[in-house]
């Protein structure tokens, strides 16, 4: 996968098959939501990250923060870095469910 670059959060999504965990990254220039397979050392270094998938995602134009909300609603909460703006997509689908300015 490639323009993977200036990640500005990142948030847990849980564990997948063959002990990898999933990650979800909030790009800061280009409105992408990578997610990623991460391998840990037993001291909590990682041993390897791929990339799985990026969602093009509305709104910004810079991201800052991200934060999921669980298998059940399966969405992330994103925040801009330049307005009090938090705005929720699915992780399904990449659409916009919700726009808060705060």
Do not use: C, H, W
Request: charged share 20%; aromatic share 6%; hydrophobic share 40%.
């Amino acid at each position: 996968m490639s323009g993977i670059r200036e990640l500005s959060g990142v948030t847990y999504l849980g564990p997948q098959a063959g002990g990898l965990e999933r990650v979800a990254a909030i790009q800061d220039e280009n409105r992408r939501i990578v997610l990623f397979d991460v391998s840990f050392a037993a001291n909590g270094t990682i041993n390897s990250a791929t990339a799985v998938s990026a969602l093009t995602i509305t709104g910004g134009p810079d991201f800052e923060g991200i934060a999921y909300t669980g298998p059940v609603r399966n969405s992330v909460f994103v925040s801009e870095e330049n307005s009090p703006r938090v705005r929720e997509f699915k992780l399904s689908s990449g659409s916009q469910l919700q726009s808060v300015l705060l």
